[in-house]
């Protein structure tokens, strides 16, 4: 079999997936297949089952972001590290992480306070007043899997998520859309009961586009 015979064939069933969860509609933040077969490689990569990378990694400024509680699982997975958590208050995380080979030596601890989190200007979102031990458990998680055990996460960031709740994205996403539908109304009538605009000689759907991709057009239709 050729090289390429067999990268057709890893991308079948990922594939196939991706447009069974796409065509679901139970994963609002996934605008395309191509967003869910990524998700679920990236997933593959990681250790995660195809439904587990579905609910727990994002994509965000066009990286993939992983969820702490889901980062917490791979590396309880991972034969080579571990953690556990020390201190986990409203007020501050500390976990220690450790390198299992034989013996279970310790490779230091990461620690994050709520003063830590209001340097960074991050305390005043809705998400950090709600769920403080959440926010900062996810914080101290992200910055010891960063600085003792990379490899695990396979480079991807917990960064991106750590602070932004799902439901913020989608929100974010559908307040351009309503902006971008408002513009096509306003300068395209007769598209208006379609919600589509043409370009070039392609027809395609507002609500399919991406969100940088909605962005451009809005400012374009601003212009």
Request: overall charge neutral.
């Amino acid at each position: 079999m050729s090289e390429e015979s067999k990268e057709v064939d890893v991308l079948k069933e990922p594939t196939s997936l991706g447009k069974v969860f796409f065509e679901s509609g139970m994963f609002p933040d996934i605008k395309s297949q191509s967003m869910a077969v990524v998700k679920i490689m990236a997933g593959a990569e990681m250790g995660l089952s195809p439904f587990e990378a579905m609910n727990n990694l994002y994509v965000v400024n066009g990286k993939v972001a992983i969820m702490a509680n889901a980062m917490a699982s791979i590396i309880k997975k991972n034969p080579k590290y571990d953690y556990k958590v020390g201190i986990l208050t409203e007020l501050e995380c500390e976990i220690e992480f450790f390198q299992v080979n034989g013996e279970r030596i310790s490779l230091g601890k990461s620690k994050f306070t709520f003063k830590d989190g209001a340097k960074a200007g991050l305390v005043n979102k809705d998400v950090w007043k709600n769920y403080p031990r959440n926010m900062l458990f996810a914080r101290a998680l992200s910055n010891g899997v960063k600085w003792y055990c990379a490899d695990a996460s396979c480079g991807y960031s917990v960064e991106e998520m750590r602070d932004v709740t799902i439901s913020e994205v989608v929100k974010k996403s559908e307040t351009i859309l309503d902006n971008v539908l408002l513009k096509l109304k306003e300068k395209y009538p007769e598209l208006e009961k379609r919600k589509e605009f043409l370009t070039g000689q392609q027809i395609v759907n507002v609500k399919d586009l991406k969100e940088e991709d909605l962005s451009k057009l809005l400012e374009v239709l601003n212009g």
